[in-house]
């Protein structure tokens, strides 16, 4: 129900509410995870910690949630309590045990199907709603939670423009800011169906996703974006984003939303969320002539295909087989050897991670990690975006290291970028370390193209680790003054 965390906590609101940890601060109001005591149960509690900074005070803050407690929805995330106590203003709420759809886009795009369901029940709960004459007002990604069974839940209904007035809620569709509630949630709509298929943010709302791209200052829709987008999904977006560019007739309320999507095919209910590998679109004829154009040989697919359910288990996000492990996590002496790969040309990569070290924080964008391995060269892993290309002289690099299971003579080394211009080397080492300087530099290019092949030399002894070691960022074309780099695949060549 968020992505940060904090330290925990032993504090009690009105003799049952138990704080435990926070999981999202702000200057004005901290959300927590925490107890209720009494039904023992878990609960979302959102405090207000600077009443004078949020517009109305505390009365405004708890109105608000009183309003949003009259809604009955199973799309809604539901709430329980709203008081003052000790001083406190409070909120409690539902606490829903997955994720907020950002964190899920910030890997991917969704495939088509599941971003119609997605959108679809968002949509039901905005309708419903303002069937109840209740607004959101400040709805996107961040607050529309996904839990691992599939289930789907808005939250901070009523309370979105008292946070965003407060410096809390995302950036404003400019041609918005005029609108009544109601339609600004319509737009709303239309913009998180936008992100759903490109994992692009329309408006600037999600700052983790890049911005969406425009031509003479008009957006681009979906299909302008990302090859395999419907036709009739790119319709839906136009006709609530920018009506005036189609015949078909604007979508200006909730439940137009909801039947406008209805009729197209989705995914039924309960669907589980998507491992990484499952999230982008795949399209097998245009993957494969890509590859072919690389140079990569057909053969390497199939060991890519196999390697990315590696990846998948290696980072918990695919099912474990049973007695799996983890090979990198592992000490050396409990991971089985790997063995031999289908195509003598192409060496079986057993396992891969992100690999940030000090003075790094050991992740980077992990998630995306199992996209540098699918065998699709249109979806990357990507770095976090930096200030300069030097990594804001925060650190020397990062780079996803891959663990072959056994040492291996490799001869090349495929990588395929999403842009021109990174600087990369490839480093490697018979164990693993946690410093890059635990791995010998073997190849090197300091101005990579869309594809480099990095070719140790013959007398390189087998290694079993080997590190993909990015030292030089490129700037991003959609984010003035920031940096950063994404790997589209690798394949090993024996």
């Not at 791995?439 to 290694?463: H, I, M, N, Q």
Request: charged share 20%; proline share 7%.
């Amino acid at each position: 129900m968020g992505e940060r965390t904090g330290a925990a906590v032993d504090l009690v609101l009105a003799g049952r509410y138990r704080l435990v940890q926070p999981v999202t601060g702000h200057a004005v109001t901290t959300l927590w995870r925490g107890v209720d005591e009494v039904l023992a149960r878990p609960v979302a509690i959102r405090t207000l910690d600077r009443p004078d900074a949020m517009p109305g005070g505390a009365d405004q803050f708890l109105d608000a949630a009183v309003t949003a407690g009259r809604l009955a929805h199973p799309r809604i995330a539901s709430i329980y309590d709203a008081s003052t106590e000790d001083g406190v203003s409070y909120v409690v709420s539902e606490w829903v045990d997955g994720g907020a759809l950002v964190a899920l886009l910030d890997a991917a795009p969704l495939r088509p199907r599941r971003a119609t369901t997605v959108v679809a029940q968002v949509a039901e709960a905005i309708a419903h709603a303002h069937e109840c004459g209740v607004t959101h007002d400040d709805l996107d990604t961040h607050n529309v939670l996904l839990s691992a069974d599939g289930s789907i839940k808005v939250t901070d209904f009523a309370l979105g423009a008292l946070l965003r007035a407060a410096g809390q809620g995302g950036s404003r569709e400019p041609a918005a800011v005029d609108l009544a509630a109601e339609a600004r949630d319509v737009r709303s709509l239309g913009a998180l169906l936008y992100a759903c298929l490109t994992g692009r943010s329309a408006y600037g709302a999600e700052p983790e996703l890049p911005l969406a791209p425009t031509r003479d200052g008009v957006l681009l829709t979906p299909r302008q974006v990302r090859a395999g987008v419907p036709r009739e999904l790119d319709a839906v977006v136009v006709r609530i984003l920018a009506p005036a560019r189609t015949r078909l007739p604007a979508l200006t309320t909730a439940s137009e939303v909801v039947a406008a999507l209805a009729p197209l095919p989705g995914e039924g209910p309960g669907a589980a969320l998507p491992a990484p590998a499952d999230i982008a679109p795949g399209h097998g004829d245009a993957r494969t002539s890509r590859w072919v154009r690389l140079g990569i040989p057909v053969a390497v697919l199939g060991v890519l295909a196999a390697a990315a359910l590696a990846f998948g288990y290696s980072l918990g996000e695919l099912p474990r087989p049973p007695g799996a492990v983890s090979p990198l996590d592992a000490p050396a002496s409990e991971v089985p050897v790997a063995p031999e790969a289908a195509s003598t040309a192409a060496a079986r990569i057993v396992a891969v991670r992100a690999f940030d070290p000090p003075p790094g924080d050991r992740q980077e964008r992990d998630r995306t990690v199992p996209l540098a391995t699918d065998g699709d060269a249109s979806t990357a892993w990507e770095t976090v975006r930096y200030r300069s290309a030097d990594f804001g002289n925060l650190k020397e690099g990062v780079g996803l290291l891959f663990d072959l299971g056994s040492p291996v003579k490799v001869r090349s080394v495929e990588i395929a970028f999403a842009q021109k211009g990174v600087a990369v080397e490839l480093r490697a080492a018979a164990t693993n370390s946690d410093s890059a300087d635990g791995f010998r530099v073997v190849a090197a290019d300091d101005d990579a193209g869309e594809r480099t092949t990095l070719k140790p030399s013959a007398t390189e002894p087998a290694a079993r680790f080997w590190l993909v070691w990015l030292t030089r960022l490129v700037k991003a074309e959609d984010d003035e003054g920031r940096f950063h780099a994404g790997i589209a695949e690798v394949a090993f060549g024996r």
